[in-house]
């Protein structure tokens, strides 16, 4: 079994900063695809941030040039830097995984959340 499990929410003011992280453990022969989701209150999960096993990204339009992901292969974690923040940033953030068995079949995880709160 796998497990991810993130840390780093927290209540900020608009313009400040948070820094996510989420680990992932269990039985892990090897990662693909990490990436970030978050669900604002009265919304449906959406996608924010996404980063390959070699390092290529891709943002949403709506965090573009203020999130920064990354992501250490050797210790199975992901990262997401959030600057600039805004109240709309408000959300519970999701990390998630493409996690290889010793079978080499992927399935698909997701931690339980960090919630995020930004005053205006």
């Known amino acids: 079994q796998v497990q991810l499990v993130e840390s780093g929410g927290g209540l900020v003011q608009a313009g400040g900063s948070l820094r996510l992280s989420c680990a992932a453990s269990?039985?892990?022969?090897?990662?693909?695809?990490m990436g970030w989701y978050r669900q604002g209150p009265g919304k449906q999960r959406e996608y924010v941030a996404i980063?390959?096993?070699?390092?290529?990204?891709n943002y949403a339009d709506s965090v573009k040039g203020r999130f920064t992901i990354s992501r250490d292969n050797a210790k199975n974690t992901v990262d997401l830097q959030m600057n600039s923040l805004k109240p709309e940033d408000t959300a519970v953030y999701y990390c998630?995984?493409?996690?290889?068995?010793?079978?080499?079949?992927?399935?698909?995880?997701w931690g339980q959340g960090t919630q995020v709160t930004v005053s205006s």
């Open positions: 980063i390959t096993r070699g390092g290529s990204t």
């Open positions: 269990g039985s892990i022969f090897g990662i693909n695809n």
């Open positions: 998630n995984a493409d996690v290889r068995n010793l079978m080499d079949v992927s399935y698909h995880y």
